[in-house]
């Protein structure tokens, strides 16, 4: 992976993506404002070297300890990995299908080993945009309205942690509320 980029956030009022109330890559700031929301946000060390190409195993093991730490705190049931690198052919309909606004039944818990990608969360009148980069573990609530951009050419790595993966699927809210805020370049 060779994207570098800043863990951001971006608060807008959701009636209008040209007024930006908050900016910040302050990462203390950031927690402290997800925090204020209900969403966890963490920066986790991630020094652990992964090969090209690391299958899911061994990406879970080099992050086994913070891992099983919150599988202890938070009882989750199952985890995987999804992995897009820089150039993958057919990306497009996959990002498409997360820029809709939507929910889940269960919290949508991320930690991203390489890469970024932006989750956008849509609530109390405003739109939260969390550029997560490299090192960020996020915890969206279930029954959070969001939606997700991996980008136009997208590359990350992240570990998904599930109580029930069935729960993850997405109920799309109808609204049009998404192609009003700015999209991950």
Known sequence: MTLTATTTLHVYDEADAGTLLLETSDGARIA???HGIGVRFERWATDA????????????????QPID????????????????????PDTEPIRKKFL??????????????????AFYLHLNGRVYRVVCTKGDLISVPAGTK?????????????????????????????????SNFPKLD
């Open 100 to 117: 809709d606004e939507h929910r889940h039944g269960e919290d949508e818990v991320r930690f991203f080993v390489e890469g970024r990608g």
């Open 49 to 64: 070297p992964l090969a090209p190409g690391a299958s899911q195993d061994d990406v879970i093991a080099a992050y086994r």
């Open 146 to 178: 969001h939606w997700f951009d991996m980008g136009a050419d997208p590359e990350f790595t992240a570990i998904r942690l599930f109580n029930n993966p069935d729960g993850w699927i997405a109920a799309f809210t109808g609204d049009p509320i998404a």
């Open 69 to 88: 730490r919150l599988i202890a705190e938070c009882g989750y049931q199952s985890m995987d990995v999804v992995r897009i690198e820089r150039g993958a």
């Open 32 to 34: 402290q404002e997800l």
